[in-house]
């Protein structure tokens, strides 16, 4: 097992968007324990290739049922080439992200979403979703799309954001 380094914003590698796995071998599940064991080590609840600089359409989540007593292992799942057959409705949620640090706001997306995958034994899957594990499925599907949440803003709001990281990114580098 070895933990990967979680790429941050503004590295341009985040927006990738990533290649469709085209066999699942010995390489790909290795990617996957690779990826689930740097998710967990970070605290976060998915994780998606592009984030550790892989070019593939993998994500690993493990979405708590209560956020305030979380589960390691209960809810793990990993999908590749996800895609999201159908959304519904809507919800606003305050995320945040592995790969932009310090930051937290509001993203608008769907209520519930129908997805189809292939989990790591190449089966094909289907699953319906709602609430915050919608919300966690669209957001790492976004990531191997190239997307990060903050794109999701209203231009005012991400061009504040991108300018508070700019500051806090210039400040770290002063500093020794
Ligand atoms: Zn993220």
Redo the contacts with the bound molecule.
């Keep these: 097992m070895t933990l990967l380094g979680i790429l941050k914003y503004p590295d341009p590698f985040l927006k990738t968007k990533a290649k469709k796995v085209e066999s699942i071998d010995d390489g790909i599940r290795a990617l996957i324990r690779d990826m689930t064991e740097t998710m967990y080590q970070a605290r976060g609840i998915g994780l998606a290739a592009t984030?550790v600089g892989v070019d593939k359409r993998v994500v690993v989540l493990d979405v708590p049922d209560d956020e305030e007593r979380r589960e390691r292992g209960k809810n793990l799942m990993a999908l590749i080439n996800p895609e999201i057959l159908e959304s519904s409705g809507s919800i606003k949620y305050e995320e945040g992200?592995?790969?932009v640090q310090g930051i937290n706001a509001d993203v608008e997306r769907a209520s519930n979403v129908k997805i189809r995958a292939l989990d790591r034994e190449g089966n094909a899957i289907e699953f319906e979703a709602e609430g915050l594990f919608a919300i966690a499925l669209q957001?790492e599907i976004d990531?191997i799309d190239g997307i990060l949440?903050i794109d999701r803003l209203s231009p005012l709001k991400r061009d504040m954001i991108k300018r508070k990281i700019k500051k806090a990114l210039e400040a770290e580098e002063r500093a020794l």
């Design positions: 984030q992200c592995l790969s957001h990531h949440f």
